[in-house]
C-alpha cells in the first residue's frame, strides 16, 4: 500500500507562513480580564477594546488578543470553552520571582514549580496559561 504522506524534507512551498501571529484567550468579562492580564503582565490597564469583545495587549513578540468570542460560544451562558491545556508559555527570566509575584497577587496556581523550569496558573476563566524560564 503507497503511503499517501509526503515528507517533509521535500516539501512544497506553502503560501502559509511558518509564524504565529496572534494568541486568542477565551474571556467572559473583557474589561476585568483586561485589567488581570495587564496586571499580570505589568502593563498599563488602558489597552482598547475593540468592537466591544476585543482587547489586543501590547506585547514584545507574538501578540495576544483577550476576545469575548462571540462567534464562537461566547454568546452560551458559559461563555467559550477555556483553555484547559497550556497552550504556550509567557516567559520570565526570574521563575522564583515570577512564582512569588502571581502568589503574592493571589492569582491561582494551578501547579508549583515544576521541574525547576515551569508552573502553570489560571487566569478569571479557567484559562491554564503557563509561566517558564527564558
Not at 506553502?14 to 468579562?29: D, M, Q
Not at 451562558?77 to 497550556?86: E, L, N
Not at 521563575?95 to 514549580?113: P, R
Request: net charge negative.
Amino acid at each position: 500500500m503507497k503511503s499517501t504522506v509526503q515528507s517533509t524534507t521535500n516539501a512544497e512551498p506553502s503560501p502559509i507562513k511558518n509564524k504565529v501571529g496572534s494568541l486568542f484567550i477565551p474571556v467572559t468579562n473583557i474589561e476585568k480580564s483586561r485589567e488581570w492580564y495587564c496586571r499580570l503582565l505589568g502593563l498599563p490597564a488602558d489597552c482598547e477594546i475593540m468592537n466591544g469583545h476585543l482587547c489586543p495587549l501590547p506585547m514584545d513578540g507574538t501578540s495576544i488578543i483577550l476576545d469575548t468570542m462571540p462567534m464562537w460560544g461566547g454568546k452560551e451562558p458559559g461563555g467559550a470553552p477555556a483553555i484547559k491545556t497550556p497552550a504556550f508559555t509567557l516567559l520570565t527570566s526570574d521563575l522564583q520571582g515570577a512564582f512569588e509575584f502571581v502568589k503574592e497577587n493571589d492569582i491561582a496556581l494551578a501547579t508549583g514549580i515544576e521541574h525547576d523550569h515551569w508552573f502553570v496558573i489560571k487566569d478569571p476563566d479557567g484559562n491554564l496559561l503557563m509561566v517558564a524560564k527564558e
